[in-house]
């Protein structure tokens, strides 16, 4: 430094000190507030600006630390609007740019404070005043509503409108995160209609335009929520408030049943109606995915008569006109279902409930057998009748086209007499009036086939299908006949039979006679059964005394015993 640079310092350093300047070590007298932020929260979606409304908690002392006023010990914050000149300038000043959570240490100087004068009692005059703020609540009369979506599910196809009845989990915090509520601590959906008065009007709205399964944050201010009154002791006044909600279903008083075709199979012939009984699958769930139950899991179809009332009434509606093997998604508001009480423990009250359905098939009472010709030869003069022995192929399944049973599964076709109670009565008149070669398909309805109760490895109540081809008839003989004639029989019948004409007829004479009768095409034998055992019973029905040979007394026609003039047998 030169020697003029030095002469110069020392000659300011003397004027000030005439001057009674403070000297280099004492800052003398603060001009503003000093602001310390001690604590800046991470994310700060708002500062406090002039004309905010702000609510905040404080500690205020003087500077050897001596409290001299706590919003804390008066157990209720502080709230007003800054900027404005309600607040000491200090406060005023100190305030403004928080953010929410934000604690600061103000260092307010008299002036800015309560100056020469103070608070009797209270504050002293000129007195520098220590406050440790933290900041609760931001919010301004020209705010709205701030809604944000957390989670949307990907199909919506309806949205909540004013009058609707919703179902709803919640989580409610001030804005400084503290919890005042939540639905999920009392194990239950709030449930209440939108726009109708019964909710804060920040919840009304912020509800609107939600679907099923969305996930909304929404942030009230207090002039939409409870105002300068606040709500017991767990909501201040003027505290805006937070609420993560999870919607979980809605519907209107006034909805019916919603039908969503999944799969309609081509072509559908029939559609189910008020009467008929349907055997179906179906999962249930709620609106927001849960499921509260599965006809799969029981690993058994639903079985029950539709329009008759023994169903609920949505799904007694969402099942009228279903086709056979559809799928089809039945929505069903509680009015129509269980209710405002709900059902057990997985069907809340005025729950929205969710059928997704799979006809397996249908039918009605008054069903008759469904007969499709498939193929008929040309030239068919003989079709079967009751009591002819058949032989034919069938497939044998369930309408879902699960297979049930098949003759191609064995070394020959199915045989069967007509009419002898062998085969299920469905079948037994679908079989009449085929020419051997013809193909049918039979639709059998379960009172004409295995009933209620099903058989083995077939369920109860189930419709079936059959494709069937006659093979081969054989033209059959009467109830309680063995053989008859084709034509008048012979007369002296019992001199014919006596082939020896020993004045007796032993086994082996009347089996050749019969033999002899079927060869030459003048009578037939039962069909179906072993010719040989057939003759064995026809002899021991004539061999009344069991000794082994027929007399002239013993032979008899079947017309001499039970006055039948139509066919004649032995």
């Known amino acids: 430094m030169s020697p003029g640079s030095f002469f110069l310092l020392l000659l300011l350093l003397l ?58 010990d008066r157990g209720a914050t502080v709230a007003g609007v800054v900027g404005v000149g309600r607040l000491i300038t200090g406060m005023d000043r100190g305030l403004q740019g928080m953010c929410v959570n934000e604690r600061r240490h103000l260092i307010v100087p008299p002036h800015l404070g309560y100056g020469s004068i103070g608070v009797a009692g209270l504050i002293p005059p000129d007195a520098t005043l220590y406050f440790d703020v933290v900041m609760l609540d931001i919010w301004n009369k020209k705010d709205k509503l701030q809604i944000t979506t957390l989670a949307r599910p990907l199909h919506c196809n309806r949205t ?73 002791s767990v909501i201040p006044p003027q505290a805006s408030l937070v609420f993560s909600v999870l919607l979980v279903d809605f519907h209107n008083p006034k909805d019916g049943v919603s039908l969503e075709p999944l799969e309609v199979p081509e072509p559908c012939r029939r559609r189910a109606v008020s009467g008929d009984f349907v055997r179906y699958h ?55 279902a269980y209710g405002e009480n709900g059902a057990g423990n997985k069907i809340p009250g005025s729950a929205v ?37 058949i032989r034919y192929h069938y497939n044998c399944s369930l309408l879902d086209g699960t297979k049930l049973f098949s003759s191609h599964d064995y070394e020959k076709p199915q045989e069967v007499t007509l009419g002898t109670n062998k085969v299920i009565e469905g079948l037994n008149r679908g079989l009449l009036d085929m020419c051997a070669g013809e193909r049918r398909v039979l639709i059998i309805p379960p009172h004409l086939g295995h009933g209620e109760s099903g058989a083995r490895g077939v369920p109860g109540s189930a419709v079936l299908r059959f494709e069937v081809e006659l093979i081969s008839v054989e033209e059959g003989v009467p109830e309680g006949y063995l053989f008859i004639w084709h034509g008048e029989p012979p007369g002296g019948l019992y001199e014919q039979m006596d082939l020896n004409k ?34 064995a019973d026809m002899f021991r029905n004539q061999d009344r005394n069991q000794d082994g040979r027929i007399t002239p007394e013993e032979l008899k026609l079947k017309s001499d015993e039970d006055q039948e003039k139509i066919h004649e047998e032995l």
């Open 15 to 72: 004027l000030l000190s005439i001057l009674g300047a403070p000297g280099l070590g004492d800052p003398g007298p603060l001009e503003d507030v000093v602001i310390d932020r001690y604590y800046i929260p991470k994310i700060c979606l708002r500062e406090a600006q002039m004309g905010d409304f702000i609510r905040y908690h404080y500690n205020g002392t003087f500077k050897d630390g001596k409290k001299f006023d706590s919003s804390y």
């Open 160 to 232: 909540v409108e004013s009058s609707d009845f919703v179902r709803y989990h919640y989580n409610g915090t001030l804005l400084d995160g503290t919890p005042f509520d939540s639905s999920y601590s009392k194990n239950s959906t709030y449930d209440t209609y939108v726009g109708t008065g019964w909710l804060i009007k920040g919840m009304d709205q912020g509800l609107l335009g939600m679907c099923a399964g969305e996930k909304r944050s929404i942030i009230i201010p207090p002039f939409l929520a409870y105002g300068e009154k606040g709500y017991g």
């Open 282 to 336: 179906y999962n249930g769930t709620l609106m927001d995915g849960t499921l509260f139950d599965s006809s799969y899991s029981r690993n058994h179809t639903y079985n029950t008569y539709i329009g008759k009332g023994y169903i609920i009434p949505g799904m007694d509606q969402g099942l009228q006109g279903v086709c056979v093997g559809e799928r089809r998604r039945v929505v069903v508001p509680p009015h129509l």
């Open 353 to 389: 409930l969710i059928f997704d359905v799979h006809i397996i098939d249908f039918h009605n009472p008054e069903d008759p057998v469904e007969m499709e010709t498939l193929y008929r030869p040309e030239g068919c003069n003989l079709t079967t009748r009751h009591r002819d022995f």
């Open 502 to 535: 020993d004045g007796e007829i032993p086994a082996e004479e009347f089996s050749t006679f019969i033999k002899t009768q079927v060869v030459e095409g003048k009578g037939r034998l039962m069909p179906g059964s072993d010719p040989d055992k057939v003759i």
